[in-house]
């Protein structure tokens, strides 16, 4: 079955750096992009880009440029989210999603809490 | 982008029906049919439960129902069921290469 395996919870200082990772199992790796969405706390989905597995070329979206890098192993099938010079504000739960056609998530992390305080 | 633009909350009673609205504009919702909408139950991951406008996934129930007229899309639940309470967002392809979700809607089961 298809499952997507995100890393664990992560507690950060400001300014320091983050990886989650999103190991997806079950399906041909190559056929379907992976896209990451962020929720802070108490708010709504945000789009933040995928990475097109074929060719491990990232998509970001415009508020996730910079800080945000999206990589790929397509070797122990896993996709990554760096996160850097944190911010308290980048505290969220960031999810790993498989896109099975343009804009149709249709498996997910189970999310990976990113805290970032002093 | 901007995110879509839906209601904070709607509600109906069992067993009545909800209609959720999803507006975008001329580069979204009006230009693509890659609208999709999402459940979301509280502490949980979010869910598909319609794509393409108008497809449900398999195992979804057809009380679901979505449909898109200009620039927006819209979400139906028939037959309000109590498990039907949660967050529901929607989502849309924005053109080159990018996505926007919608604000997210709270449905209350009376």
């Known amino acids: 079955q298809v499952q997507m395996e995100q890393s664990g919870s992560e507690l950060k200082t400001p300014g320091a750096s983050v990886k989650v990772s999103c190991k997806a199992s079950g399906y041909s790796l190559s056929s379907f992009s992976i896209n990451w969405v962020r929720q802070a706390p108490g708010q709504g989905l945000e789009w933040m880009g995928w990475i097109n597995t074929k060719t491990g070329k990232p998509t970001y979206a415009q508020d996730f440029r910079g800080r945000f890098v999206f990589s790929l192993d397509t070797s122990v099938r896993t996709a990554f989210l760096q996160i850097s010079r944190l911010k308290i504000e980048d505290t969220a739960v960031y999810y790993c999603?498989?896109?099975?056609?343009?804009?149709?998530?249709?498996?997910w992390g189970r999310g990976t809490l990113v805290t970032v305080s002093s | 982008q901007s995110a879509l633009t839906q209601p904070l909350s709607a509600s109906g009673s069992l067993g009545q029906s909800v209609t959720i609205s999803c507006t975008g504009t001329g580069s979204d919702v009006g230009t693509h049919n890659d609208v999709s909408w999402y459940q979301q139950r509280p502490g949980k991951v979010p869910k598909l439960i319609i794509y393409g406008v108008n497809q449900r996934p398999s195992g979804v129930p057809d009380r679901f129902s979505g449909s898109k007229s200009g620039n927006t899309a819209s979400l139906t639940v028939s037959g309000l069921q109590g498990e039907d309470e949660a967050d529901y967002y929607c989502l849309s392809n924005a053109g080159n290469y990018m996505a926007v979700f919608g604000t997210g809607t709270h449905v209350t089961v009376l």
């Open positions: 999603v498989r896109d099975l056609t343009t804009c149709a998530f249709d498996f």
